[in-house]
C-alpha cells in the first residue's frame, strides 16, 4: 500500500465551477502538507502549504487538513482555464527530509 | 536565476546500456532528490540526499545509483537500463533546514529505454 493516495482522475469542470481534490495517507508522522501544480511538460511548482490540522486560504484556493482521519483537500473556487494542470498532494514527516507524492489528479477546465 | 538544471533533457538508452543523468542547483540547498514520473503513478522519490555527504533510499531505489558530488550536484546513474525505466525523471532541491521548506524542481529529463 502506497503511503499517499490520490485519485489520478481526470476531472473535468466547466469554468467558474468550484473543484475539490483530495489525498489519503497511511503515516502518521507526516505533519507538512503541499499542494503542488505541474502543467504539462513542466517541473512541479509549489501551490500551497500547511502544517498539521486546519486550513489555509490563498485566493481562490483553500487547503485543508484533517489528521485525524489522515485526509487532505484542495479546493479551487471560480475554476479557470488556467488551473488547467495537474495536482500533487505532498508530504513530509516532522524533523525530516523525506518528501512523498501522490499520483497527482488531472484537472481539465473548459470554457 | 538557473535554479535547478538537469542534463540531458531527452535520452534514448538501449536495453543494458549504462548513463548518468546529471543534477545541479545554484540556490545553495542541502537537500536534494530525484524522482520519476509515470502515468497514473504520480512523482515517486528513488533516492534522496538530506545534506553533502549523506543519500538515502526512497521508495523505488532499485536498479539506481546516487552521487551527492557536492552540494551543489546530484547525479543518478543507471548501470543496466531496463525497458521499466523508460520514465520521466526529476531533480529538485530544498532547503533542508525544515520539513516544511518548498521544493524547486528541474524540468525533467526524458529517458526511453528500448
Known amino acids: 500500500q502506497k503511503e499517499v493516495e490520490q485519485d489520478p482522475g481526470p476531472l473535468s469542470v466547466p469554468e467558474g465551477a468550484i473543484v475539490s481534490l483530495n489525498c489519503t495517507y497511511s503515516n502518521s508522522a507526516f505533519q507538512y502538507f503541499m499542494w503542488y501544480r505541474q502543467y504539462s511538460r513542466k517541473g512541479p511548482e509549489l501551490l500551497m502549504y500547511t502544517y498539521s490540522s486546519g486550513n489555509k486560504e490563498d485566493g481562490r484556493f483553500t487547503a485543508q487538513v484533517d489528521k485525524s482521519s489522515k485526509y487532505i483537500s484542495l479546493f479551487i473556487r471560480d475554476s479557470q482555464p488556467s488551473d488547467s494542470a495537474t495536482y500533487l498532494c505532498?508530504?513530509?514527516?516532522?524533523?525530516?527530509?523525506?518528501?512523498?507524492f501522490g499520483a497527482g489528479t488531472r484537472l481539465a477546465v473548459h470554457p | 536565476n538557473a535554479g535547478v538544471t538537469q542534463t540531458p533533457k531527452f535520452q534514448v538508452l538501449k536495453t543494458g546500456q549504462s548513463m548518468t543523468l546529471q543534477c545541479a542547483q545554484d540556490?545553495?540547498?542541502?537537500?536534494m532528490y530525484w524522482y520519476r514520473q509515470d502515468p497514473g503513478m504520480g512523482l515517486r522519490l528513488i533516492y534522496y540526499s538530506a545534506s553533502e555527504g549523506t543519500t538515502d533510499k526512497g521508495e523505488v531505489p532499485n536498479g539506481y545509483n546516487v552521487s551527492r558530488l557536492n552540494k551543489r550536484e546530484f547525479s543518478l546513474r543507471l548501470e543496466s537500463a531496463a525497458p521499466s525505466q523508460t520514465s520521466v525523471y526529476f531533480c529538485a532541491s530544498r532547503t533542508g533546514t525544515g520539513a516544511n521548506t518548498e521544493a524547486f524542481f528541474g524540468q525533467g529529463t526524458r529517458l526511453t529505454v528500448v
Open positions: 540556490m545553495n540547498h542541502n537537500s
Open positions: 505532498a508530504m513530509s514527516p516532522g524533523g525530516y527530509n523525506k518528501l512523498i
